[in-house]
């Protein structure tokens, strides 16, 4: 636990960045399961989802 703390401390947006992906990739998953994606459209998709992970978590760390 103490290396997850470090780890958050020393690259909050990386981290932040990494766990709102991942959220919103398992939610992509589950909720997209019945679709009939392609493996290429799910990957696609999924890229830009981490893509706007990572815009929404630089919008969030504008104040500091």
Do not use: D, Y
């Not at 290396?3 to 932040?16: D, N, S, T, V, Y």
């Not at 399961?33 to 493996?39: L, Q």
């Not at 815009?55 to 969030?60: E, N, Y």
């Amino acid at each position: 636990m103490q290396k997850i703390r470090q780890l958050f401390e020393a690259h909050p947006r990386l981290m932040a960045w990494l766990l709102l992906a991942i959220g919103m990739l398992v939610i992509f998953l589950i909720t997209s399961a019945n679709v009939p994606f392609t493996p290429a459209q799910r990957l696609a998709v999924s890229g830009a989802i981490v893509a706007l992970a990572g815009l929404c978590v630089w919008i969030i760390f504008w104040e500091e």
